[in-house]
């Protein structure tokens, strides 16, 4: 027998029924160890050793794999095609030898096979390797690069700009595209053009023709610049007589588009689909392990032979043969770097149609997205007619021309594969897409009006997820599998936001790439990082050495890290506030500084630091504690509106006013003017704008005493937190569903709320806290709850926090069980087990220990399937 060892225990219970009894296929769950997140892992002055941790988790897949060996003729590592996959296979064999698990004469073979079909595995087997030690040398010098970048710079953006969270080599480089982008937005300024456009008649059929030149010049977009301008070209069009002077007809060709990359996948299945990339990747993933699509990890823009002559055959079989072209296509790759290691992503039997399957709807989507566009890079280009034609208006002393531009599809070609799709790719306005009358050279077509409209350019859109990996994969920055990771760990870090499609880069994102910019300029410049991933992959082709390309990186990153480690703070705020003054320091709509204090009028507004993060205050501190949010600047509102600042009028009882301020943690409320005044933050869904007196003062009596407890005489006290509006009782919380019961509760609601508390287990608002949505399961029921942290799925001790990028309503027992899955891992805790059969059943009680046995592993195989495996790229810095 021969135990072959994979990434994913869903491929290996495929491929054991593959191969037969001969072999045991055991998973290692992706990476069985990796580089502890501390100091030293990585040493340079070692010649960059490196120290590998084995996880709890992973301990007992190796003792796994350890002990089926015992007896095995021969141990094959068959993880996935890539970099990744190869190194992973390093990490099996290394442990397994420091563990002694293996006999010096057990032979060790490393397969790959680029999709989970019996032909592919078998073809696979039969053609062994040994481990690929360039690749793993690229794979070691990107884990060293990238914890060498992370754990050096990262420390000293906490020191010098405290609450921001890390750096890392990819990471900050996509960061900077957003902050970039967002910062010519901010310069943008809009400029108005007009737009002159006449409909025209011929044959009793209409058509637009826009105009193209006036007195020999051709009119660009811009150059009409006003209304009076405008109105005055309509006018001389009214009055002219129009005359056909040109007909050009052109045949064209539209080709297809190559078959689906990493990159490409994620970006059509966000525009079109509107999935993540992040949850893009978990569907191919589990595709791919049910032997549906080829690897999904790839930058290859070519398919394999057999793949190009089944897409021909299943063309030719629905469609006809006159979509088939004389030849086959071939593409090439334009991303920079690209390693054309594998073939493109396609499905490994393109006769099954995505109605053929029996897929979940995002499955079939997905596979429908890979079918269609693997079967279109094979078919027939699409023939197009487009005609141009040229309309002179004749106007006494002037010589003004209208163009006509249309586009008759004539053999549709590849898209009659997309049908009422291909359409939609066009924009509306695309003058292709229209059909003209038949015209010709001295037709006079009727004028039935003429429009003029007013435009404004607009700035450059905000990159959304698909757009920023498409941009990255054109200046060769990361890899294919490491897009959705980097995009992931930017959101979770609070560094980008997500709004509908568009991606905006918070403040705490803007400080650090300015911040990086600024003192390590070269580490954030596209051109470094992708010439860094060049030198990445000529380590994998064998010809650098893995060791000197970090040595040559450490010796010039370290000598700048020494320059930056004594940087004063001042001197890190001034060039921040330089670097971000169209953010922060908007120009006033009245003019004036707009770095001069509101408050005081005789300091200057500048980023400080706090333990939370970067806020704007003034010079004068602490004889003016002017401060404002960096949101509130860069609304571009005045300083005075976003300050916030007024007297809302006199508490009677106390005599001391009462102030409305806005701080760094936004508006609040203020009595008095002492050293330390009463202070109380606005609670959720209240506005500063429309606050008054009595509120304000209901805010300040906080806390309040509810009442004695009926069972110990202690006081039950309300207030408002951190986490919203509670009630307190002898260190014990209970949360409250509205902020307004903080003044109105009364004590028998008080001691019910706590008592419901109480029963709920201890977990803060448990009981308060209904779930979302619930499922039943074998192993006990699965919920979907509201936390402290935001929203979870619970199944009895384990909980697992869902992907900002999914809503909680929407989440299906499939995810939640990967989620659950993968957090049991993780963790090492084990999920509520199956309940026990009862005295019903005596046949469960009576099932004989070799019965048990066999049962025990075919659950957890079940459950594994449903677990994701991790890989490096999914934790990228």
Known sequence: MKVVVVESPAKAKTINKYLGKDYEVLASFGHVRDLPAKDGSVRPD?????????????????????????????????????????????????????????????????????????????TAMANPREIDMPLVDAYLARRALDYLVGFTLSPILWRKLPGSRSAGRVQSVALRLVSDREAE?????????????????????????????????????LDIKNGDDAAALKTMIEAGQFNVSNVEKKPTKRNPYAPFTTSSMQQDASSRLGLSPNRTMQIAQRLYEDGLITYMRTDAVQMAPEGVSMARSVIGKYFGQEYVPEKPRLYQSKAKNAQEAHEAIRPTDM?????????????????????????????ASAQIDRTTVD?????????????????????????????????????????????????????????????????????????????????????????????????????????????????????????????????FSRYVEYDFTANLEEQLDHISAGELDYKQVLRDFWRDFTGNVEEIKDLRVSEVLDALNDLLADHIFPPKPEGGDPRKCPHCETGTLSLKLGKFGAFIGCSNYPECRYTMQLSDAATGQSSEAAAGDGVLGTDLESGEEVHLKSGRFGPYVQLGEGKEPKRSSLPKGWEAASLTLEQALKLLSLPREVGKHPEDGEPITAGIGRYGPFILHNGKYANLPEVEEVFTVGLNRAVDLLAQKAAGGGRRGAAAQPAIKSFEHDDGPITVRSGRYGPYVNQGKVNATIPKDSKPEDVTLEQALQLLAARA??????????????????????????????????????????????????VPF
């Open 391 to 519: 309309i002179a208006v004749n106007v006494p002393g002037r010589a003004v021309s209208l163009r006509a531009v249309g586009s008759v599809v004539t053999f549709p070609g590849f898209l009659t594969l997309y049908g009422v799709e291909a359409s939609s790719e066009r924009d509306e306005d695309d003058e292709d897409g229209r059909e003209l009358p038949p015209l010709q050279v001295g037709d006079k077509p009727s004028l039935k009006k003429v429009e003029i409209e007013q435009h404004f350019t607009q700035p450059p859109p905000r990159y959304t997820e698909a757009s920023l990996i498409k941009k990255m994969e054109e200046l060769g920055i990361g890899r294919p599998s490491t897009y959705a990771a980097t995009l992931t760990t930017l959101k979770d870090r609070d560094y980008v936001k997500l709004e509908g499609k568009a991606l905006h880069p918070e403040d705490r994102g803007r400080i650090v790439t300015a911040f990086l910019e600024s003192f």
């Open 185 to 221: 937005i901010e310069k943008f300024r809009a400029e108005e053009y007009w737009s002159v456009e006449a409909q025209l008649s011929q044959a009793g059929k209409s058509f637009l023709a826009r105009l193209f030149s006036v007195d020999g010049k051709k009119t660009d977009k």
């Open 46 to 122: 070692e010649d960059f050793a490196m120290s590998w941790e084995v996880d709890t988790a992973s301990r007992k897949r190796i003792s796994d794999i350890a002990s089926a060996l015992k007896g095995a003729d021969g141990l094959i590592l068959a993880t996935d095609p890539d970099r990744e996959g190869e190194a992973i296979s390093w990490h099996v064999l290394d442990v397994l030898r420091q563990k002694k698990a293996l006999k010096k004469d057990t032979p060790v073979q490393r397969v790959v096979f680029n999709a989970i079909t019996k032909d592919a595995v078998t």
């Open 351 to 379: 006769f099954k149609r995505p109605d053929d399957l029996n897929l979940d709807a995002d499955q079939k989507k997905l596979y429908s997205l890979i079918w269609k566009r693997t079967l279109a890079s094979q078919m």
């Open 825 to 874: 891992e993780a963790t090492g805790k084990k999920k509520a087990p199956a309940k026990k059969a009862t005295a019903k059943k005596p046949t469960a009680k009576k099932a004989s220990t070799k019965t048990a046995a066999a049962k025990k592993p075919a659950a957890k195989k079940t459950a594994a399937k449903k677990t994701s495996v991790t890989r490096d790229e999914d």
